[in-house]
């Protein structure tokens, strides 16, 4: 990927200091304006190239599309639940998070949180003057043999496995992603949802909020588990059903609850707040001064390291340019987009491109199948207007348009080419190319090979016709700013 160009960025959050040092000591102009509403927001964003944020600003769609110069949202800490991300891929905006940032400090808190339900520390710690009478109530238990069930077996789930098999706990868990043989050499034992809920003393989820993950401790899961069970949410509000939450306590299904999250936040509804057998925390998983220093040192040198075109680190929406940061992937990106470009001048149709199919050949373009694709759409598309498609965009772009993307690679060929095939209005329009010397160069066009590779640079006006030296003297006779190239074709009938 070549280097993205980014100038100003607008921090509108408290942000460890570290951050603007390290951004300023590369040469982009920091601006700190914390405390904004939305409105403040969308008037001041047009001004910048990328906008930091912790959870507080809401980074909308009214606050994306107000945006025009923005190419980065960083987010210093886990989760992007404050950003509207199908907004940003739309307009071809990075948005990134720092995924390790605060993962001992939310494995820490809920640790504690497991800690202090197992002893009942929320109960006694106001009632001391009676204990003794009624000690009977503020009975704890070990947590020694007890079994802990891990939902999201990432980067926190696994550090709070090692800290709880130190008190003696036998940990299972759950993760639709992680191998099981991974997990296992963290000493979690991997088995199904409805394996794991009958199982647990104490349930602690670790999982982004998303569709499938929204209210998964229900009515429903609460009535497979071990009557009594314990539960913490460190993650996202949301996870566990609060209104089934409640319901179990009331009824015993549930022991005791550990929340740093909800879903309202300040939650206005009291009642798990000041419920006895719930500890809450208003989100503190990421409020340590390490944390804190970690996330803001992270997303700072991530995005000095995109802008230096090194790596890409974080990305949350722009996966397919995780393998562009090679001289060679650059070259192989611009003959995708030439590519598209020519084949969208050999047709004068007004109608959208119904199909386009890639195929990359060669064992070299394996695995860049994922840039090609969208590097040729970016040719396709780009009409020069202002809103130009880019690498991050350009397959939601083609999806909203009606055009259905294909691609494939074929293996076992020494020489690396592209072959882009696209089809409009019955008819189809198909293009080789391939890259020598750094330079991408043109094969073939609808069929037609040319005896010399076109170099796929500069304007080029393509003249189909017989082979003639009448008609290339009489073309090549007549002053013109473009490069023409006559091709014999090859396949006539």
Request: charged residues 20%; proline residues 4%.
């Amino acid at each position: 990927m070549a280097p993205i160009s980014i100038k100003r960025i607008l921090i509108s959050e408290s942000v460890d200091s570290c951050c603007m040092k390290i951004l300023q000591e590369n040469g982009i102009q920091v601006i700190e304006k914390p405390n904004m509403n939305k409105d403040d927001l969308i008037a001041e964003i047009k001004d910048y190239d990328g906008l930091v944020v912790r959870s507080a600003t809401k980074v909308t769609a009214d606050v994306i599309n107000a945006a025009s110069n923005l190419k980065v949202i960083g987010r210093a800490g886990t989760g992007v639940d404050n950003v509207d991300v199908d907004a940003s891929t739309k307009k071809g905006i990075i948005v990134m998070n720092t995924p390790s940032g605060n993962t001992i400090s939310a494995a820490e808190l809920t640790c504690t949180l497991l800690m202090s339900l197992s002893s009942c520390l929320h109960l006694s710690s106001e009632t001391w003057l009676i204990v003794v009478l009624i000690i009977w109530q503020f009975m704890g238990a070990e947590m020694y043999g007890k079994i802990l069930g891990i939902v999201g077996l990432g980067r926190i789930g696994k550090e709070v496995a090692s800290r709880m098999q130190s008190f003696g706990m036998k940990t299972i868990g759950y993760d639709p992603i992680t191998p099981p043989e991974v997990t296992a050499s963290w000493g979690v034992e991997q088995m199904s949802l409805e394996e794991l809920w009958p199982r647990c003393d104490y349930i602690t989820v670790h999982t982004p909020l998303m569709p499938s993950t929204t209210g998964l401790l229900n009515d429903a899961t609460f009535a497979k588990c071990k009557k009594g069970v314990k539960v913490v949410n460190c993650a996202r509000g949301g996870i566990i059903d609060e209104a089934a939450l409640l319901r179990a306590l009331e009824s015993g299904q549930c022991g005791g609850a550990g929340l740093d999250v909800f879903v309202e936040e300040p939650p206005k509804d009291r009642v798990l707040v000041n419920h006895p057998n719930v500890i809450t925390c208003p989100h503190l998983g990421a409020s340590t001064k390490e944390a804190q220093a970690r996330c803001g040192q992270d997303i700072a040198l991530q995005i000095v390291d995109m802008v230096k075109g090194k790596c890409l680190v974080g990305a949350v929406n722009a996966q397919v340019l995780a393998s562009t940061f090679s001289p060679e992937s650059h070259q192989w990106i611009r003959l995708g987009e030439a590519i598209g470009a020519v084949l969208k001048s050999c047709t004068t149709s007004k109608q959208p491109f119904n199909q386009v199919q890639i195929t990359t050949q060669g064992d070299s373009l394996k695995a860049s199948s994922s840039y090609m694709t969208s590097a040729v759409i970016v040719g396709l598309l780009t009409d020069g207007s202002k809103s130009r498609p880019n690498l991050v965009n350009a397959l939601s772009l083609a999806k909203e348009s009606g055009i259905t993307v294909t691609r494939n690679h074929s293996e076992g060929l020494t020489e690396s080419a592209c072959v882009v095939e696209i089809s409009v209005n019955g008819s189809c329009y198909r293009a080789t190319g391939s890259v020598q010397g750094g330079v991408p160069i043109l094969l073939e066009l609808n069929r037609s090979v040319f005896r010399q590779p076109v170099s796929l640079t500069g304007n080029l006006l393509f003249f189909k016709a017989a082979s003639s030296p009448l008609l290339l003297s009489s073309l090549t006779g007549k002053k013109s700013l473009f490069h023409i190239i006559v091709s014999k074709v090859t396949n006539q009938g």
